[in-house]
C-alpha cells in the first residue's frame, strides 16, 4: 500500500525558512517522479515543484522559482521540499505526491496523495 | 505559464449526467498535455480520477470517465450519485511542469 506522509509544516514568519519532509513506503521510491502541490485556505490546488526518480532533474512553478528547492534521498524513501523567502502568500496545506513514473511526462502528474501538512507564513 | 480553465460550477440532477472540461490558453488541448483528473470533498486530501485523458485507476467509479472534446480535456460523470457532489480539478502537463485548473464544484441536486 502506498503511503505518503508529510512532515516540518507550521508557524514561520514572513522572509523565514521552512523544510518539509515526505516519507514514502509501499513502492520502489526511486523508480518515481514525486512532486509537491499546495493549497491555500479555501483556494484550488497550485503545483508547486517536482523531481525526477533519480533526483537528476527537477521543475517549479514560477511562483517559487528561485526560493523552494525539492530533493529526495532514494536511500531514505524521504522526499524534501526546502522553502526560503516565505511570503504570506505561501501559506497552504502541502501535499506531497508519487508521479506514474521516473523522468517527464511523469514529474507533471500525480496518482497517489499525502495527507498534507499546513505551512502558515505570519508574524 | 499557460492558464488551464474549468466551469467554476456544475449543477447535475441525481441519475444525471454532466461533462466538466479543462482548457489551456496555450491552444487545444491534446494527449501530449497527459490530462488528469482529481476529485477532493471538504476536508480531505485529493485523489486521482483519471490518468492520461482517459485512464481509469482501481479505485475510480464506473460512472466517471475521461476524453479529449471540442479542444479541451473533459470528465463525464454518467449517472451521477450524490457522493459525487465535490470539487473536481484538471491537471495539464507543459514540458515535465504541471498546471492546475482553477477547479469545478459539482454539485448534485
Known amino acids: 500500500e502506498v503511503q505518503l506522509l508529510e512532515s516540518g509544516g507550521g508557524l514561520v514568519q514572513p522572509g523565514g525558512s521552512l523544510r518539509l519532509s515526505c516519507a514514502a513506503s509501499?513502492?520502489?521510491?526511486?523508480?518515481?517522479?514525486m512532486s509537491w502541490v499546495r493549497q491555500a485556505p479555501g483556494k484550488g490546488l497550485e503545483w508547486v515543484s517536482a523531481?525526477?526518480?533519480?533526483?537528476?532533474?527537477?521543475y517549479y512553478a514560477d511562483s517559487v522559482k528561485g526560493r523552494f528547492t525539492i530533493s529526495r534521498d532514494n536511500s531514505k524513501n524521504t522526499l524534501y521540499l526546502q522553502m526560503n523567502s516565505l511570503r504570506a502568500e505561501d501559506t497552504a496545506v502541502y501535499y506531497c505526491?508519487?508521479?506514474?513514473?521516473?523522468?517527464?511526462?511523469?514529474?507533471?502528474?500525480?496518482?497517489?496523495w499525502g495527507q498534507g501538512t499546513l505551512v502558515t507564513v505570519s508574524s | 505559464q499557460a492558464v488551464v480553465t474549468q466551469e467554476p460550477s456544475l449543477t447535475v440532477s441525481p441519475g444525471g449526467t454532466v461533462t466538466l472540461t479543462c482548457g489551456s490558453s496555450?491552444?487545444?488541448?491534446?494527449?501530449?498535455?497527459?490530462p488528469y483528473w482529481f476529485q477532493q470533498k471538504p476536508g480531505q486530501a485529493p485523489r486521482t480520477l483519471i490518468y492520461?485523458?482517459?485512464n481509469k485507476h482501481s479505485w475510480t467509479p464506473a460512472r466517471f470517465s475521461g476524453s479529449l472534446l471540442g479542444g479541451k480535456a473533459a470528465l463525464t460523470l454518467s449517472g451521477a450519485q450524490p457522493e459525487d457532489e465535490a470539487e473536481y480539478y484538471c491537471?495539464?502537463?507543459?514540458?515535465?511542469?504541471?498546471?492546475f485548473g482553477g477547479g469545478t464544484k459539482l454539485t448534485v441536486l
Open positions: 509501499g513502492f520502489t521510491f526511486s523508480s518515481y517522479a
Open positions: 491537471l495539464l502537463s507543459y514540458s515535465g511542469r504541471g498546471v
Open positions: 496555450t491552444g487545444a488541448v491534446t494527449s501530449g498535455h497527459y
Open positions: 523531481i525526477s526518480g533519480s533526483g537528476g532533474s527537477t
Open positions: 492520461d485523458t482517459s
Open positions: 505526491a508519487k508521479g506514474r513514473g521516473a523522468t517527464k511526462p511523469y514529474t507533471a502528474g500525480v496518482d497517489y
